[in-house]
């Protein structure tokens, strides 16, 4: 599943499967997942020496993964061939929502029809790390845990075409999530999962559909308010 995080005690398979892929995806996964978790901040400039000094990779693979990543709306051209991560606007966050709203509760009712014990294990694995982190108030820790436990979930569902759809919706507003979290902590971030991993445990699929339609809708709901107040400061200051 690209741009998933393997759980803690599963780093050593990863390591390996990692190795086994080419140049090319290994930049671009590195990439992919320093956007998505916002350790590429929106606004800052993306340069190709900056990135081969990140990442040790040659030019040829920092390019693709530019390319890549550009016509996934994760990066963005802008003049004099400069490079940059987005930040998305009120208006693209509201769209956002819709078709998180759209996709996500049917990837968690497919899964709660399909979800095995195992599954719903390593889900609750996934969650109690994820609760560690908002108390700890470790915002990227919590970035990661809680896409990790939304990426095991719907890849449970077995629709690949939904999985990869939403994959590139979470792409766009990640960056913003890292910033807003900064600013926020964690400690009023909404929590819907214990609800949806009941509704796993009871293989009730409409219970799971709403547990994260909540969810979705609370978190982005409070992500576009934070966008809207820095752009009516930002006005108030011009």
């Given at each position: 599943m690209e741009g998933t995080l393997p759980q803690d005690t599963t780093n050593a398979t990863a390591t390996t499967q990692t190795a086994r892929m080419p140049t090319h995806q290994v930049v671009y996964q590195q990439l992919r997942e320093a956007v998505l978790f916002g350790e590429l901040a929106p606004g800052d400039p993306v340069t190709i020496q900056g990135l081969i000094e990140r990442t040790g990779a040659g030019m040829t693979p920092i390019r693709e993964a530019i390319r890549r990543l550009t016509s996934e709306g994760a990066l963005e051209f802008r003049g004099n061939r400069r490079v940059l991560v987005p930040m998305p606007t009120p208006e693209a966050i509201k769209e956002l929502i819709f078709l998180r709203e759209t996709l996500e509760p049917q990837l968690a009712a497919r899964a709660a029809e399909r979800a095995s014990e195992a599954d719903v294990a390593d889900l609750q694995r996934i969650d109690s790390a994820l609760d560690e982190a908002i108390i700890r108030g470790d915002v990227a820790s919590y970035l990661r845990k809680n896409h990790a436990f939304h990426m095991k979930l719907y890849g449970i569902a077995d629709a690949p075409i939904l999985f990869e759809v939403s994959g590139g919706v979470w792409l766009r507003f990640g960056p913003a999530m890292r910033i807003v979290c900064?600013?926020?902590?964690?400690?009023?971030?909404?929590?819907?999962?214990?609800?949806?991993?009941?509704?796993?445990?009871?293989?009730?699929?409409?219970?799971?559909?709403?547990?994260?339609?909540?969810?979705?809708?609370?978190?982005?709901?409070?992500?576009?308010?934070?966008?809207?107040?820095?752009?009516?400061?930002?006005?108030?200051?011009?």
């Open positions: 900064g600013r926020m902590g964690t400690q009023n971030l909404p929590d819907n999962h214990k609800t949806a991993l009941t509704a796993l445990s009871n293989n009730d699929p409409v219970a799971a559909a709403e547990a994260i339609r909540l969810d979705v809708v609370q978190g982005m709901e409070q992500l576009l308010e934070a966008l809207q107040d820095a752009e009516a400061f930002a006005e108030a200051i011009d």
